[in-house]
């Protein structure tokens, strides 16, 4: 019998709460990572009210210097902690994986400055089509079809980049690459991107539509990934028939391992907060775990460095999860976490090195307060815990803390 009849883990991407004691091992733009702090310094900066999280104990969360503007609470209606990252790495497959129970002792690799001429040459060898030189570098999704669209639509080459993710994106006009013809391409490029020095976790297809000054990524995009490289929690869950839920791009991440039910990509974070309630409230879903990623704060904020936008899509969040609360059932348990930091305020346009924050209510709670400071993989142990699982490779499980 299980203690939570259902779980739901919800990922804020890059929602990171001050630096990892090992962050000055981590760097940005050449900056040490060790003076990174996400909510910290957009809360110092430009002000921040999140007061439903707050009243689950967000403020009440250890740390040097309290959040500037997240008030404590005296009797909070959660339990509170940090967790640190035990992998090598502070990318989002790095964070999902350990989160989900895995030790990656050997991060994968990125590319800060570009992909090598051996990549770009076999690609072009097997497309028949130039890349882009000028492109071929970290680059806003969004800027880099504004900057190189107008070419690509002129002379038939491909927009190559990539980002602070291990990843290798490939942007295409549909007009002008056919779907097929980029997702051919982009398969090719996983299959020479397996191992080093070119390990990476996904290679993207970024379909767009549109004019010059007008363009608009489509809903064709398509992840190649490579699946965890042992069983996850997830992985242990489908194998003992229990439903496992992914919303927005948790299945891409897994590669579909251990996942048997995918609510599909999300258009944007509310869209992926209304794909989550309707996982919870659907009558299929009568006990299990959910796991969801709320991707804009890191894509649209993190790495732009705006402070301002990222704080709104906090209150946004924070808004909406009133309606998370009463999607929930009365042993349904909720966690919100985070993969890693992506301080912008920081250095550069990479991820920091830093604990994320861990917040968890239910309905059925006698109690509140805080739990130790723990590690991203102890969360897989408590779900596998409560399920009657096996844990994955690492991770001590805090159940009994949650009463």
């Not at 050997?106 to 690609?123: C, S």
């Not at 704060?297 to 609360?325: K, M």
């Not at 990479?350 to 604990?355: F, G, M, N, Q």
Request: hydrophobic share 35%; charged share 25%.
């Amino acid at each position: 019998m299980s203690k939570f009849n259902r779980m739901h883990l919800v990922v804020l991407d890059s929602v990171g709460i001050g630096a990892a004691p090992d962050a000055n091992d981590f760097v940005n733009a050449g900056v040490p990572d060790g003076a990174s702090d996400t909510l910290g310094h957009i809360s110092k900066s430009v002000g921040l009210n999140v007061p439903n999280m707050a009243k689950l104990g967000l403020g009440n969360i250890p740390r040097e210097t309290p959040l500037k503007t997240v008030p404590t609470e005296s009797n909070p209606t959660g339990y509170a902690t940090k967790l640190q990252e035990v992998s090598l790495g502070k990318d989002t497959m790095t964070g999902h994986w350990e989160i989900m129970g895995l030790n990656i002792t050997e991060p994968f690799d990125t590319f800060w400055n570009g992909f090598p001429e051996e990549i770009l040459t076999k690609i072009e060898e097997f497309s028949g089509r130039k890349v882009i030189r000028e492109a071929n570098k970290p680059y806003s999704g969004t800027a880099v079809i504004e900057d190189f669209g107008p070419r690509q639509m002129e002379t038939g080459e491909l927009i190559i980049y990539t980002s602070a993710d291990p990843v290798l994106q490939i942007a295409a006009h549909e007009d002008v690459i056919p779907l097929d013809e980029l997702y051919r391409i982009c398969e090719y490029a996983r299959s020479i991107t397996l191992e080093r020095p070119a390990l990476l976790g996904r290679i993207i297809a970024r379909p767009y539509v549109g004019e010059p000054g007008n363009f608009t990524r489509t809903s064709n995009r398509r992840d190649l990934a490579v699946s965890p490289f042992a069983p996850t929690v997830l992985d242990k869950l489908n194998e003992a028939g229990i439903d496992t839920y992914a919303v927005g791009k948790i299945n891409d991440i897994f590669n579909g391992a251990g996942i048997n039910h995918d609510m599909g990509h999300n258009k944007s974070n509310n869209h992926g907060i209304d794909n989550l309630i309707k996982a919870m409230t659907s009558e299929d879903f009568k006990h299990g775990f959910s796991f969801t990623n709320l991707v804009d704060f890191d894509a649209l904020y993190g790495h732009r460095r705006d402070p301002h936008g990222y704080r709104d899509c906090l209150h946004e969040f924070d808004q909406r999860l009133p309606e998370i609360i009463a999607a929930m059932r009365e042993d349904d348990l909720l966690m919100i976490t985070a993969d890693h930091g992506n301080d912008p305020t920081y250095a550069g346009t990479d991820h920091t090195r830093e604990y994320i924050p861990f917040l968890a209510y239910s309905p059925s709670f006698k109690g509140n307060g805080l739990i130790p400071v723990g590690h991203f993989s102890d969360i897989s142990a408590t779900v596998a815990e409560n399920f009657g699982v096996d844990k994955a490779m690492i991770g001590e499980s805090f159940l009994d803390k949650l009463v």
